[in-house]
Nanobody
Framework: QVHVVESGGGLVQAGGSLRLSCAAS????????GAWYRQAPGNQRELVAGITRRDTVNYEDSVKGRFTISRDNAKNTVYLQMNSLKPEDTAVYYC??????????WGQGTQVTVSS
């Protein structure tokens, strides 16, 4: 059974940093594409950043220059480094991974709270 586990969320002051991790285990298949989404109360879930197997990345406009998505293929893990955090970044952050067999999995979500 595949497990996708996120970690690294928490409470931080505005201007601070957090690093989220998303590890996929329990499968013989490695991560093909990875992405981070977020959902704030009352809002729809939105794509924050994505990374392909060839390390092509894309970002939502409001996080460009502040967030960096990366991956460690040996650890089957995707990361999201978040710098210069703002109160409007407060949300539950979800990891989404597509394995090379084409199946997609979601993590359970991790809360990020940025105080002003």
């Amino acid at each position: 059974q595949v497990h996708v586990v996120e970690s690294g969320g928490g409470l931080v002051q505005a201007g601070g940093s957090l690093r989220l991790s998303c590890a996929a285990s329990g499968s013989i298949f490695s991560i093909n594409n990875g992405a981070w989404y977020r959902q704030a109360p009352g809002n729809q879930r939105e794509l924050v950043a994505g990374i392909t197997r060839r390390d092509t990345v894309n970002y939502e406009d409001s996080v460009k220059g502040r967030f960096t998505i990366s991956r460690d293929n040996a650890k089957n893990t995707v990361y999201l480094q978040m710098n210069s955090l703002k109160p409007e970044d407060t949300a539950v952050y979800y990891c989404n991974v597509q394995l090379v067999n084409g199946i997609t999995y979601w993590g359970q979500g991790t809360q990020v709270t940025v105080s002003s």
